[in-house]
């Protein structure tokens, strides 16, 4: 059963820079029966990293987004008279207080940790731990979901690590960097906010995202790390993991998708934009 400690020494023995930046996705229940649950391994993560360390995780908001893939979901099939009573209801983003949503309990366990900073884009913030978390957090610009005005920038310039404890290459968030290297074809972006203390709605433009092939990009990058050992493999409890550079990542991710993706907009979420209340 694996316990505070034991997940902290899985962690260093898989190479968890102490005094580092880690970026984490995490699955809980993929570790098998943690005493203490999601806390405790917030606590190891910590422990590993250390005093000077800094813990980043995904605090990512979709519901109250009008493109993203949940509201595509959750208002298929609806007549404009359902759609608009919908819009009414859905709750705008707080910084302070919007649960994440489909980031698992270790993120959103981050996130309430006494301490934490996140970062305050509506959809695609991020939350943090530890030494630099507010110089990471801060100044996340609207129209930079995930570029080099976010967090992930920030972390590009550290040359954090990425740790997937449980999960696959198709989560891994960094890679979304590589799609501004140089930017792709750009889409635009409604969501619900708080605006003078009142619920209301923002527009802009960023570059069109979609993560539907990074499960074939990581695979690739196990395959070319398999000569330099960048991937490094392990258990975490009873978790399989990867860690590995982000700054690595990001720039093989850049050439990979220079060869494997077509020039041109990508299929995406229907947009809830003409549905708009004036």
Known sequence: MP????????????GCP?????????????????????????????????????LVVPSFTPGNSLTSPMYASRTRGMTDRQLRAYHDTMEPFRTLSTPSQGMGRIAEEVRCTRGARRSGHPQTSFA??????????????????????????????????????????????AFHLAEYRPPGCTRRYDCKVMLDGTPGWVSFV??????????RLGGWLETRSSDDGRVARGRIGDAESRLLPLRWAVDAAVEWMNLNRTAGPHPGPRSGSDWLSP
């Open 128 to 173: 943090a731990l530890g030494s630099r978390a507010q110089w990471i957090t801060a100044q996340h610009a609207r129209d930079c979901l995930l570029g080099e005005r976010s967090p992930l920038g920030r972390l590009y310039e550290l040359g954090a690590h990425i740790l997937l404890l449980g999960v696959g290459f198709d989560v891994c968030t």
């Open 206 to 215: 960023d570059v069109d995202l979609h993560d539907e092939d990074f499960g």
């Open 18 to 54: 102490e005094g580092g930046t880690l970026l984490v996705h995490a699955s809980l229940a993929s570790m098998g029966a943690v005493p203490g649950g999601a806390p405790t391994v917030v606590r190891a993560l910590l422990a590993a990293l250390g005093p000077d360390g800094t």
């Open 3 to 14: 316990t505070e400690a034991s997940i902290a020494a899985d962690l260093r023995s898989l």
